[in-house]
């Protein structure tokens, strides 16, 4: 089955820095890449997604790159806030089947 | 009102115990999943179900078992609570459309003592 590895597993940053999260898959096929964000005390949710036949997608201070060759992935973030802060899963999944996660990367943006 | 409702919020059992967690939504959507969170081991996806009279398993499904009541209703059950089954229990929505999307509940922390 697919395989999702992310890293790092946590980051820490000063506000108003750039982060980036980093993601690969291991199975060819997979074409929906979406990440989700999860807040202290609450169920993730979706923040953006990116399809296979894409490059790079762009939604205000967050963007996120798919380089299929290579099979990886990754979620920028941009003039960082500290609201910003919560953990960030990647997923992968083949068509309309499951997704499967990655193990989470907790982000830590100090004022 | 939350699109996607667990019960209870925190429940802490003790071994052997049978315990049964539930999940209702008002997204009108016919997938339902149940994940189990560890710190450090990321979302693990237990059983899903497609529709009303479809259940499968993920990848972690062993001592657990689940029952689609309704469209809009989905538990999950473990028949015999065991420590290492202490966890954080989500569920979540999907419309078959856009079955990437996934609506989460609040979460269930579960603790076996």
């Known amino acids: ?111 | 009102d939350a699109d996607v409702t667990q019960t209870p919020r925190n429940r802490i059992t003790k071994t052997g115990k049978r315990i049964m967690l539930e999940c209702s939504q008002t997204k009108g959507h016919d997938r339902m999943y149940w994940y189990r969170q560890d710190p450090g081991l990321g979302l693990r996806l237990i059983y899903y179900s497609f529709d009303v009279k479809d259940i499968n398993k993920g990848e972690i499904s062993d001592g657990y078992s689940v029952s689609r009541q309704a469209q809009a209703k989905f538990s999950l059950s473990l028949e015999s609570a065991i420590p290492n089954q202490t966890a954080l229990y989500f569920c979540a929505t999907s419309d078959p459309t856009r079955p990437w999307i996934l609506f989460f509940g609040s979460g269930t922390q579960l603790s076996v003592l």
């Open chain 1, 1 to 111: 089955g697919e395989n999702v590895e992310q890293h790092p597993s946590t980051l820490s940053v000063q506000e108003g820095d750039s982060a980036v999260i980093k993601c690969t898959y291991s199975d060819s096929a997979s074409n929906y890449f979406p990440w989700y964000k999860q807040e202290l005390g609450k169920g993730p949710q979706l923040i953006i997604d990116i399809r296979s036949n894409v490059g790079e997608k762009k939604d205000q201070r967050i963007a996120v790159t798919l380089n299929k060759t290579a099979k990886h992935f990754s979620l920028h973030i941009t003039e960082t806030q500290p609201e910003d802060s919560a953990v960030y899963f990647c997923a992968a999944s083949i068509g309309y089947s499951t997704l499967t996660f990655g193990k989470g990367t907790m982000l830590l943006v100090s004022p």
